[in-house]
């Protein structure tokens, strides 16, 4: 509590700070810190209900969350979990009798190119093969304190297997704000040199929807109310997406040096960065990052030596949500509050944080933007394609033999990628996540660019073992799951389309449910208040128009099916009598 | 110059409609009498546009009608086929997530939900039903919370902060999860800083808040939407201030 201060913005950081030690918030908990806050115990409840890594009922000693990409599914990770729970006597999403584990699912937590992947009370685990679950269940069983664990467990690998000017680049700190400072001596501009610099640089957001950089800035810039903010988006939460894990692990100084120099162009004087609640294992280390940048004059008053520049960074970690990764939804987080994508007008560059001018740009953005601060426009530009200039890291995992991160000028052609990544076989490439792209074999001459293929780096491949329909099926869950349940189409709508996946996926589909699933698309990307809605049937349209046969084949005989389940409704009945006999089911068994 | 040539105006299906700068196109359509489908926008309140139902094509894009900024030249279309699919779809989504009994309910001929439903021409809910567990608060002395017909428009949230100053109703959970809940530490209505004369009281387009012993007054076939569809009362729902309100 004393480390947040009383305001009400602080009240996820109190609640996800409270909850660490104890592993859940008690009844008692959030009343005490609805009083130190002033704010109502209904928008504490409410808070807690909305992020998923909160919890409002006592969960086990160890806390295990699989994560949950299509691609850990693609490693094994169903069969990980359904180990586990046998072993240690748990259901999923529940916490077992003897009180040792909570296992459940998770969306995806940024480990696509060495999953399976899970956390364990917050700290993240990779590769877990069968031996490595079994070795986690005893180390459980045995009570072992996660500080015991062995370090193995807990490695990490970059996985960097093409390195271009970003990644190459060793800056040094500090260097990108003299440069952007001295630009404006030297042409006299001041702060604005900044600005002109990004918008020659033609620089568009790394996140994925490629808005431009320097007319976000200059737009902030031009509000003439102070203090104004400069936001990193560090929620990576597009499942697929991992090269911002890299960037906040061996590239901080670069993400901070970009934030800064867009602070001298903006004239912000506070930062955040947003965290998502996966990668809370890397903010200590970040957090001394930014000690050293202020120790070295990099942050806080003057910096580089100029009375006139002040900026300071924060960090404040999420706590499981997707849709905090929407520029306003993550202002809304930011300040407290569950995370709802705001209407807009107003831009956030007018009234972003506490109603303030802010700029939210992704960690990558911010480390080109350090980059064209100290080499300028014009080299920035002999990168790429006229439309987009300069580099992407592309985070690539699935069926390939080298997953991990590329760094392309933009361009690059989707088989160029999967030749480099040693992938076979390939049918279909889900570029961007579920919200991008689905690829298939004919469109591999395509280019990843922002006038071709709009990505933020998410590449997916799927070899000719891979069941398109079950890859719709489980991005179909992941939006019913992140949905924040603002708006009709994506509260309702997602929640529709996941249940008619799994009423084809159980053999009861027919061409009618194929029908409503593209009506309902449709209504999403027309109707939704933002992008998270808008995409929501993108993964379903896609694979059912390049593989309509795996849909098609799953499909009953007849127009319409009923989705009600007789033998279904006997399940429960079955497990209270413990009875698995043909005399304990009803009609024909699929 | 008259009024109508000093304003600037946009048209909706052809149809010329002036407005006052700041007004939506929303807002804009029902002061001057011409009826767009909503079911979370109310006259009083500023509009969140979480609904959808009043989304209305312009420029080739769909815009939510009640938090678009009304611009001058703007072309809107409205009751076009596909906009009204739209809508019944949509209505229809809101039908089958929560527990809809007309026949049984209170506010049958007062609903807009239901209203709306009519006036879209939607027969039946298409989509299978998800028949959620909720449990209604009848804790209250005089006020009866039935959460099944909640539509999640946070009217009676905002009216509650914004009118009542007392933040009684707030929302929590996300996706198909989401709920309204009571600000209490019970969780219950009873315990809370209601009163039955708070505009949130009011305020409920469906049936999720009601006043104890007053139900069925006016006998059903003689309620307001049973007298006229919702669309022929269009500047009923035209932007006014909030009453003053006895302190």
């Given amino acids: ?111 696509c190119d060495q999953g399976p992947s899970l956390l364990v009370n917050g700290r993240p685990l990779t590769r877990i093969d069968a031996a490595r679950a079994a070795q986690v269940c005893e180390l459980m069983l045995s009570r072992t304190p996660l500080a015991q664990w062995p370090a193995e467990l807990f490695r990490i690998e970059d996985n960097v297997r093409r390195r271009g ?38 620089l568009l957001g790394r996140g994925g929807a490629g808005f431009t950089t320097g007319v976000k800035w200059e737009s902030c810039a ?45 004239g912000a004087t506070r ?42 960074v924060e960090i404040h970690v999420g706590a499981g949500s997707y849709v905090c990764g929407e520029a306003s939804a ?109 690829l298939g074999q004919d469109e591999f001459d395509r280019r990843i660019a922002f006038e071709d293929i709009e990505t933020g780096g998410a590449f997916v491949v799927f070899d000719g073992t891979r069941d398109m329909f079950e890859i719709g099926r489980h991005y179909a869950h992941f939006f019913a799951d992140e949905s924040c349940g603002f708006c009709t189409p994506c509260r309702v709508g997602t929640s529709l389309l996941r249940n008619l996946m799994d009423k084809i996926r159980d053999g009861k589909g027919s061409q009618h449910d194929l029908q409503t699933i593209e009506e309902l698309g ?15 049937g993108r993964p379903l349209l896609g694979t059912l128009k390049r593989f309509r046969p795996a849909y098609e084949r799953r499909l009953g005989s007849s127009a319409v099916e009923p989705a009600f389940d007789l033998d279904g409704a006997l399940a429960r009945a079955r497990r209270m009598t413990g009875r698995d006999d043909p005399g304990a089911h009803l009609g024909d068994e699929r | 110059m008259s009024d109508a040539e000093s304003r600037p105006s946009f048209t909706l299906d052809g149809v010329e409609v002036p407005f006052d700068p700041g007004q939506t196109v929303l807002q804009a359509a029902l002061a001057a009498g011409q009826y767009i489908p909503h079911l979370c926008y109310h006259p009083e309140f500023k509009p969140h546009g979480s609904c959808k139902v009043c989304t209305v094509r312009t420029g080739g894009h769909a815009a939510t009608s009640c938090t678009t900024p009304a611009r001058a030249g703007m072309v809107v279309e409205s009751e076009t086929e596909e906009v009204v699919a739209e809508r019944r779809m949509l209505v229809q989504l809101l039908f089958v997530e929560g527990n809809h009994f007309c026949p049984s309910c209170e506010k049958s001929g007062h609903c807009k939900l239901q209203a709306v439903a009519y006036d879209l021409g939607m027969t039946s809910p298409r989509f299978d039903h998800f028949f959620p567990d909720r449990p209604v608060d009848a804790s209250h002395p005089e006020i009866l919370l ?7 428009c946070e009217l009676c949230v905002r009216a509650s902060a914004e009118v009542d100053g007392k933040q009684v109703f707030a929302l929590a959970g996300r996706g198909m999860g989401k709920h309204l809940v009571v600000n209490s530490a019970s969780g219950l209505l009873r315990d809370s800083a209601v009163a039955a004369t708070d505009k949130a009281v009011d305020v409920c387009p469906v049936g999720v808040i009601l006043r104890k012993r007053v139900g069925f007054a006016v006998p059903v076939g003689q309620r307001r939407f049973d007298e006229r569809p919702i669309s022929a009362q269009a500047s009923d729902y035209a932007p006014r201030p909030a009453p003053p309100r006895d302190p």
Wanted: hydrophobic share 40%.
């Fill in chain 1, 1 to 111: 509590m004393e480390s947040w201060g009383s305001a009400p913005t602080q009240l996820l950081q109190v609640l996800r700070e409270t909850q660490e030690p104890l592993g859940w918030l008690p009844a008692g908990a959030l009343e005490r810190i609805a009083r130190a806050l002033d704010v109502s115990i209904a928008r504490v409840r409410g808070v807690v209900a909305f992020y998923s890594f909160l919890y409002a009922e006592p969960q086990g000693e160890y806390r295990v969350l699989f994560s949950d990409d299509v691609t850990d599914r693609m490693l094994g990770s169903g069969e990980r979990l359904r180990e586990m729970c046998e072993r240690l006597w748990a259901e999923p999403g529940k916490p077992s009798a003897d009180g040792l584990v909570s296992i459940d699912r998770t969306a995806s937590i940024g480990l």
């Fill in chain 1, 271 to 312: 930062g955040f960065v947003y965290l998502r609640g996966e990668y809370r294992y890397l903010l200590d280390a970040l957090r001394e990052t930014l000690a050293r940048r202020r120790r070295e004059g990099l942050l806080g008053r003057g910096i580089a030596g100029r009375a006139d520049f002040e900026f300071d």
């Fill in chain 2, 146 to 152: 039935d959460f099944n017909r909640c539509i999640l």
């Fill in chain 1, 165 to 202: 000017v970003l990644l190459d680049d060793p800056i040094r700190p500090g260097e990108g704000i003299r440069a952007a400072i001295a630009r404006g001596e030297a042409t006299g501009t001041g702060r604005q040199a900044m600005l002109d610099e990004i918008k020659q640089a033609r």
């Fill in chain 1, 330 to 438: 993550l202002v809304e987080s930011l300040e407290g509050k569950r995370g709802i994508p705001r209407n807009r007008p107003p831009r956030l560059a007018e009234k972003g944080y506490l109603l303030l001018p802010t700029v939210v740009n992704n960690v990558e953005s911010y480390c080109a933007a350090a980059l064209i601060a100290l080499h300028g426009a014009a080299w920035f530009c002999s990168q790429g394609t006229p439309k987009s200039s300069g580099t992407k890291l592309l985070s690539v995992s699935g069926d390939c033999e080298r997953p991990g991160i590329y760094e392309y000028p933009f361009g690059v052609t989707v088989r160029e990628v999967l030749e480099a990544c040693g992938a076979r076989d390939t049918i279909a490439v889900q570029a961007g996540g579920p919200s991008g792209v689905c």
């Fill in chain 1, 522 to 536: 449709r209504l999403l990307a027309r109707a939704s208040h933002c992008g998270l809605g808008e995409s929501a």
């Fill in chain 1, 222 to 266: 031009r509000q003439p109310v102070e203090p104004r903010i400069v936001v990193c988006n560090a929620d990576e939460g597009e499942p697929g997406t991992f090269k911002d894990r890299l960037l906040l692990t061996r590239y901080a100084d670069l993400v901070f040096e970009g934030m800064t120099v867009a602070a001298w162009g903006i």
